[in-house]
């Protein structure tokens, strides 16, 4: 008797042979976006300004291999735009175009505004938007040139939307803000040539930073819950389903959006 292999449940979810690009990949949320790709069926690459990516990158392409797909590292600055574009065309050009794109890498500063100096604010805008926008238009012309179309995921932010409460980042939200309308408008350009546009607003999530802010800061460990409707923090793991939702077919009529996950943070 010959067995019939079943068809996958939701194919549309499926990433297989995909070729997806995560930025500020090295570590952190962005490092836990990309074994979520992974476990979706992509082959990822992992764009970040570190030497070398955290230790837990090991553990990740490790679990790649188990699964039979890949995750590469490229160190680079999101602001050396030439050879952002150079890195993304090459690795276009060696698998016959990009598929997607998870633009993660940003910086965060917390700073009186009173007290903001110019250097730090066009820092902070330098990586935050603006290489976010150069990382996305190198890949954005991969897709182009290859005529496959494809999907772009900018990481903005629930400060993209609120001013936190208690918490002096004026730079940063408003840096975050700029990612969330940047997604629109590059949706509307690019939607022609198949490619779709969406953010991803988390809330606050518990990171090895935010850790080490809660030691110079241990009040924000109670408040910070209190201000959503679930009454606890996230985790980077909560965000994997979202990131391979829109990279995928999944979501195939959604561009132009921000998809806020934040506790209900933003909905009282």
């Known amino acids: ?157 629930m400060s993209g939307t609120v001013a936190n409460r208690g918490l002096l980042c004026a730079a940063y939200n408003a840096s975050k803000s700029a990612v969330i309308q940047l997604a629109r408008n590059l949706a509307s350009e690019w939607g022609q040539h198949k490619i779709r546009v969406n953010t991803i607003s988390p809330g606050y999530i518990v990171t090895a930073m935010v850790e080490d802010l809660f030691v110079k800061f241990p009040e924000r460990k109670e408040s910070w819950p209190a201000e959503n409707m679930l009454g606890r923090l996230s985790k980077p793991e909560e965000y994997r389903g979202a990131a391979v939702f829109l990279l995928s077919e999944a979501s195939s009529f959604m561009t132009g959006a921000d998809l806020r996950i934040d506790g209900g943070h933003c909905a009282w």
């Not at 992509?42 to 392409?61: I, N």
């Not at 600055?77 to 698998?95: C, F, N, P, S, Y």
């Not at 935050?128 to 932010?157: P, R």
Request: hydrophobic fraction near 45%.
């Open 1 to 157: 008797m010959t067995s019939v292999k079943p068809t996958p449940l939701l194919p549309e979810f499926s990433l297989a042979n995909k070729v997806i690009l995560v930025s500020g990949g090295a570590r952190g949320l962005g490092l836990t976006q990309a074994e979520g790709l992974l476990e979706a069926g992509a082959t990822v690459y992992a764009l970040d300004r570190l030497p070398e990516p955290s230790a837990d990158f090991a553990r990740v392409a490790t679990r790649a291999k188990e699964l039979g797909v890949a995750i590469h590292y490229r160190q680079i600055d999101v602001r050396d735009e030439a050879k952002l574009e150079e890195t993304i065309q090459k690795i276009g050009t060696d698998h016959g175009g990009v598929d997607g794109l998870i633009a993660a890498a940003g910086i965060q500063q917390e700073t009186p505004a009173i007290e903001y100096n110019a250097a730090d604010c066009s820092r902070m805008f330098d990586i935050n938007v603006t290489g976010v926008f150069m990382t996305a238009k190198a890949v954005a012309k991969e897709m182009i040139k290859a005529g496959k179309g494809g999907s772009i995921v900018l990481i903005a932010s």
